[in-house]
């Protein structure tokens, strides 16, 4: 990955800071663990200052390209903080430690959840509430492209960049064009130094 801030000394304490708010953002992550990534950016990048902005933008984005979940994100963020801190073994911690974080207290709530609002789905509450997370989970994505981009655009690629997401954008919206398509031709316009 990218070079962070450098080495960080991590002790006990820290690493369970890092475990508590992660058990926060889970049950904050409506819609998935990406609509907390600006959180995410807040506590490790500017607050705590264990992550660059480069190893935070280029976590989400190896993990976005990269075939399985989208939370893989979470793992190399907390790869990137055990590298940071130490080298492979604490990177080893560091995945175990954000992975059960952010897994543990949404997977419980979610089945239980689930079970509840199936056996209650003839509710009127239970419907207007699944209707009324859709503008909620929109927002939380729209808040994690614009961290994302902020990142980029420090990097000089800004109105090249933006015309990029707004045609993306519009394509998936009106056409039926394959997302693989589009990132390929991102990756593309991405080698070629256009973006």
Do not use: C
């Not at 949404?106 to 239980?112: A, P």
């Amino acid at each position: 990955m990218t070079a962070g801030p450098g080495v960080v000394a991590l002790h006990g304490w820290d690493w369970l800071q890092l475990l508590g708010h992660f058990l926060l953002l889970s049950l904050l992550s409506v819609g998935g663990a990406l609509t907390t990534a600006p959180e995410m950016h807040r506590y490790l990048v500017l607050q705590q200052r264990w992550l660059g902005e480069a190893q935070f933008s280029s976590s989400i984005t190896l993990a976005q390209a990269a075939p399985g979940p989208n939370i893989l994100f979470v793992a190399l963020l907390g790869w990137n903080l055990g590298m940071n801190s130490g080298g492979p073994l604490l990177a080893l911690a560091g995945v175990v430690l954000s992975l059960t974080g952010i897994l543990l207290p949404s997977t419980i709530v979610t089945h239980l959840a689930s079970q509840w609002g199936h056996r209650n789905r003839h509710l009127r509450g239970v419907r207007a509430f699944k209707q009324g997370m859709a503008p909620v989970v929109i927002g939380l994505m729209l808040a994690t492209g614009w961290i994302l981009a902020r990142a980029s655009h420090d990097t000089g690629s800004g109105a090249a960049l933006w015309l990029l997401t707004a045609t993306t954008a519009l394509l998936v919206w009106r056409t039926r064009l394959h997302v693989l398509w589009l990132l390929a031709a991102g990756a593309l316009l991405g080698i070629l130094g256009v973006v």
